[in-house]
């Protein structure tokens, strides 16, 4: 069975700085997809950036984006020039590629950005 | 276009109480989910449902019912509730499950509370 795993329930960055936040997974599937969802005190889960197993080079959304070591199982998710809006609950999520609509996610990381 | 909706947005029963969970999306979504949120747990699925008329258990299907209305609505319904249920739910969406480029869409979640 696939898990995820969140090391860090909680971190604390300086607005303007960056943040790495970690997740690794284990698996023994080829081929799969990865996720960061955002939760801000408002509960509602945001999508915030995907990576498809099977592309090694890494994603980016503006200001996120990810370090994916397959070899590893890890996928970090880098935050730059961090704002305060950004402070909320972060998940790290995974799914199969093939067969199954489940989603696997982990504990989750509480971001707090220190003004 | 208002995404994900979800009623109640809390809800306070007494153990053995019986109540329904209201989701609705706008997105002519195929696909709908309904997870529960427990401190330190992550999210983890519930039920599932694939297409309009197909419904499957996820991960911790039991103490739980639902129906599938139609494309639009899918709902959740605890028959006799239990404190072990007290628990944050959140219903999502996506526009095909196994789809290269799903994504998952979702509602704001719904407190629930069992005395």
């Known amino acids: 069975a696939q898990t995820v795993t969140q090391s860090q329930p909680e971190m604390s960055v300086q607005e303007a700085e960056t943040v790495t936040l970690s997740c690794t997974y284990d698996?023994?599937?080829?081929?799969?997809?990865l996720f960061w969802y955002k939760q801000p005190p408002s509960r509602q889960m945001i999508l915030v950036i995907r990576q498809e197993a099977y592309k090694q080079q890494n994603a980016t959304e503006n200001r996120f984006s990810v370090n994916f070591q397959k070899a590893a199982k890890s996928f970090s998710l880098k935050i730059s020039d961090s704002q305060l809006g950004d402070a909320a609950m972060y998940f790290c999520?995974?799914?199969?590629?093939?067969?199954?609509?489940?989603?696997?996610f982990g504990t989750g990381t509480r971001l707090k950005v220190l003004a | 276009n208002a995404g994900v909706t979800q009623t109640p947005k809390f809800q306070v029963l007494k153990t053995g109480q019986s109540m329904t969970l209201q989701c609705a999306q706008d997105?002519?979504?195929?696909?709908m989910y309904w997870y529960r949120q427990d401190p330190g747990m992550g999210l983890r699925l519930i039920y599932y449902s694939a297409s309009e008329g197909t419904t499957d258990k996820g991960e911790v299907p039991n103490g739980y019912n639902v129906s599938r209305l139609n494309k639009r609505e899918f709902s959740l319904r605890l028959e006799s509730a239990a404190p072990s249920q007290t628990s944050v739910y959140f219903c999502?969406?996506?526009?095909?499950?196994?789809?290269?480029?799903?994504?998952?869409?979702f509602g704001p979640g719904t407190r629930l509370t069992v005395l």
């Open positions: 997105m002519n979504h195929n696909s």
């Open positions: 698996t023994s599937e080829s081929d799969y997809y």
């Open positions: 999502a969406s996506s526009e095909q499950g196994l789809a290269v480029t799903d994504t998952q869409y």
């Open positions: 999520a995974y799914r199969s590629a093939s067969g199954t609509y489940k989603y696997i």
